[in-house]
């Protein structure tokens, strides 16, 4: 019998396993020339932006898709799911549109902007 620890760990490996398949984010996200953003503190005036995100083939592909967009300077925190990014910046360092090109450009994901997305500074974003 396998003991709970050896079971854990092929589990764990074969989770990474299916993510190495994934063709979009390969179990993570490409390192080369990104710098992970400094602490976000909180500034007074902060969007939201709401993406449409494709391309996400795997499990851990919303994972991916968070961590890079983490990694941007201005983005104080996101929320990625199946298919949809919230996103919640400070709008005096990055746009929305620098925000999906630069998911784009880390992962290779589809991100497209919904037009409903960004609220007003001030206004809550995602937890």
Known sequence: MVSSMKLALLF????GGAA?????C??????????????????PDTATVRLHISKMTCGSCP?????ALKRLP???????NDS????????RQV??????????RLTGFGATVLPD????????GPE
């Open 12 to 15: 764990a490996a074969g989770l």
């Open 20 to 24: 190495a398949l994934c063709p979009f």
């Open 26 to 43: 390969g179990g993570g996200i490409q390192t080369a020339g990104a710098q992970p953003a400094p602490a976000a503190v909180q500034a």
């Open 63 to 67: 994972a991916t898709a968070r961590l």
């Open 74 to 80: 201005g983005v104080y925190s996101a929320a990625v």
């Open 84 to 91: 949809l990014g919230v996103v919640r910046y400070d709008p």
């Open 95 to 104: 746009s929305p549109a620098q925000i999906a090109a630069h998911l784009t």
């Open 117 to 124: 997305s960004s609220t007003a500074p001030g206004s809550p």
